[in-house]
T-cell receptor, first 113, second 112 residues
Framework: DGGITQSPKYLFRKEGQNVTLSCEQNLNHDAMYWYRQDPGQGLRLIYYSQIVNDFQKGDIAEGYSVSREKKESFPLTVTSAQKNPTAFYLC????????????FGPGTRLTVL | QKEVEQNSGPLSVPEGAIASLNCTYSDRGSQSFFWYRQYSGKSPELIMFIYSNGDKEDGRFTAQLNKASQYVSLLIRDSQPSDSATYLCAVSYTGTASKLTFGTGTRLQVTL
């Protein structure tokens, strides 16, 4: 089955800790994205990557970091510098440049205790 | 600031009726438009996309695009209780590569 997987589904973090959210896709898509969703708000872009070993900041990149060492994987680290990290985190992918239909993974719900 | 505006709802329609969801956007240079459905606690699912002015139909769903008026709409015919969800409008803006800007969504309730 082709698709996007995210793990874990739920994640609890103490203040001051860094955590890494996993995103893997087997769709052979070139582009991958990370969004954050807060209650009553739309999706906000954190980082995106159009090819391996390259990524760009989105609209709310502060306090987050990413890597893209493999085409299939785009992990997101939420650092202690992110002041309000509690949110629903969504990973998406698309075929590549010029093809904009994005498909989402099931999401990770992060709660800071 | 490029914006995508949606009425948050809830929009309540009876089963079997037509649901009409609207979205306006701020940049005339916008090129591609997407509708996603999101059930509570789940991730968004792509329903339709439209690039050209006019209507595009897919089953019970019709997307309508009017670039001159800067709005895009989604019609759901024969609405079913299973259509109850939040519908997100997304727009790609000129010069933003593969980035999408999302609206906050309209919550649709289909009543029995």
């Amino acid at each position: 089955d082709g698709g996007i997987t995210q793990s874990p589904k739920y994640l609890f973090r103490k203040e001051g800790q860094n955590v890494t959210l996993s995103c893997e896709q087997n769709l052979n898509h070139d582009a991958m994205y990370w969004y954050r969703q807060d209650p009553g708000q739309g999706l906000r872009l954190i980082y995106y990557s159009q090819i391996v070993n390259d990524f760009q900041k989105g609209d709310i990149a502060e306090g987050y970091s990413v890597s893209r060492e493999k085409k299939e994987s785009f992990p997101l680290t939420v650092t202690s510098a992110q002041k309000n990290p509690t949110a629903f985190y969504l990973c998406a992918s698309s075929i590549g440049t010029g093809v904009l239909e994005q498909f989402f993974g099931p999401g990770t719900r992060l709660t800071v205790l | 600031q490029k914006e995508v505006e949606q009425n948050s709802g809830p929009l309540s329609v009876p089963e079997g009726a037509i649901a009409s969801l609207n979205c306006t956007y701020s940049d005339r240079g916008s090129q591609s438009f997407f509708w996603y459905r999101q059930y509570s606690g789940k991730s968004p699912e792509l329903i339709m996309f439209i690039y050209s002015n006019g209507d595009k139909e897919d089953g019970r769903f019709t997307a309508q695009l009017n670039k001159a008026s800067q709005y895009v709409s989604l019609l759901i015919r024969d609405s079913q209780p299973s259509d109850s969800a939040t519908y997100l409008c997304a727009v790609s803006y000129t010069g933003t590569a593969s980035k999408l800007t999302f609206g906050t969504g309209t919550r649709l309730q289909v009543t029995l």
